[in-house]
């Protein structure tokens, strides 16, 4: 069983990749299941009041026409802030998705990637405002499925990847929530085209979440293109018998689908 369940079509903005030539590659390549999880990040973007309508309808037609080929769910990656919690509320109850994903890819509007959020702080400060801001939206906002490539600042630190120790409290903290909450965290494949030596999230927030009783595990390559599709699914899916799992997920309407590893 492969399952990918973090793909990026031509409906998010940094994707040219139509939806139906993904679902032809994801074919070709043997996989079983894939999960479409468009980006939405209010505060930062604005969207079309037919996004969602748009993406839904190109989503059932092809549906429709692989669904003898591929099994295909209707996701989306929400890039949640404290301030914009009540517009993903409303967008929720306004969509029938299988899967959502929790990512934060920016704080107070300043995003990562262009260094405007950690500019003027120490690498202490910005990583651990990072986790401080994820567990706040999960204290408030409960309507998703897995929490994205958990330690994604590391794609984004000049100073290099911040130790583990320092942000194991917060990480605990933030990992019995999502346990309490029937959630559960992705293991992002995407890892080495950052440069990264070890996963995201690393092995040890994997073990720290296993330790802590953690079971729901899901792969995603994080497609924006054609090489990406699928990307290192299978090997990662051997790592983490290594750590010890024995199980992941798929989704329907928002529950968790367990498969043998």
């Known amino acids: 069983m492969l399952a990918d369940y973090h793909i990026h079509s031509s409906f998010s903005d940094d994707s040219t990749y139509p939806m ?41 037609r092809c549906k429709g026409k692989y669904q003898n080929q591929i099994k295909i769910k209707f996701g989306i990656e929400y890039g949640i802030q404290t301030h914009t919690i009540e517009q993903y509320q409303q967008d929720f109850y306004r969509n029938d998705f299988d899967f959502v994903i929790l990512s934060c890819h920016q704080i107070n509007n300043m995003e990562f990637w262009t260094q405007d959020f950690q500019k003027g702080k120490t690498q202490k400060e910005y990583n651990l405002a990072y986790y401080e801001e994820i567990y706040q939206v999960m204290k408030k906002y409960k309507n998703y499925s897995v929490l994205g490539h958990l330690d994604a600042i590391k794609r984004d630190d000049l100073e290099g990847v911040y130790p583990y120790k320092e942000t194991k409290d917060i990480l605990e903290k933030i990992l019995k929530l999502a346990i309490k909450d029937g959630k559960g965290i992705e293991i992002n494949t995407s890892n080495e085209r950052y440069g990264l030596s070890d996963f995201t999230p690393c092995k040890d927030i994997l073990l720290l979440y296993k330790q802590l009783g953690g079971e729901i595990i899901t792969f995603g390559s994080d497609t924006h293109k054609e090489e990406h599709v699928g990307y290192h699914i299978k090997e990662m899916r051997k790592e983490l018998k290594r750590l010890g799992f024995t199980k992941f997920c798929t989704y329907e309407r928002m529950e968790p689908h367990f498969h043998e590893l």
């Open 20 to 60: 139906e030539d993904i679902i032809k590659k994801a074919i070709t390549i043997g996989l079983d299941e894939i999960c479409f999880t468009e980006h939405v990040d209010h505060g930062v973007k604005s969207y079309d009041s037919d996004f969602y309508k748009d993406y839904h309808d190109e989503f059932l």
